[in-house]
């Protein structure tokens, strides 16, 4: 069992800034092995998308659209991962997902709405 929970979100005017938080927790996850953790995003009316992801040994990758605004970083010791977003436009409002990918297993955090709007 694996668990994400995630925290962080809510109403941010363009230009600004929000960090969204993803803890890992379950008896099912080994910070030993191989994992990756991603962030993805679904606006209204689309398709769910990659923003980026970064693995066990901290290599990123960004969609282009994010690419120089967005910051995905991670502490293995507390299990987290977390998405650091600035310079934010209107474009980039919908609902931010964790992704959790090990050996066999994929899980997904809850789901948090990020809204940007004057």
């Known amino acids: 069992q694996v668990q994400l929970d995630q925290s962080g979100g809510g109403l941010v005017q363009p230009g600004g800034s929000i960090r969204l938080s993803c803890i890992i927790s379950g008896s099912g996850f080994n910070s030993g092995d191989f994992n990756v953790m991603g962030w993805y995003r679904q606006a209204p009316g689309k398709e769910r998308e990659l923003v980026g992801d970064i693995s066990k040994f901290g290599i990123t990758k960004y969609a282009d659209s994010v690419r120089g605004r967005f910051t995905i970083s991670r502490d293995n010791a507390n299990n987290a991962a977390y998405l650091q977003m600035d310079n934010l436009e209107p474009e980039d409002t919908g609902v931010y997902y964790c992704?959790?990918?090990?050996?066999?297993?994929?899980?997904w955090g809850q789901g948090t709405q990020v809204t940007v709007s004057s």
């Open positions: 992704r959790l990918d090990i050996p066999g297993h994929t899980a």
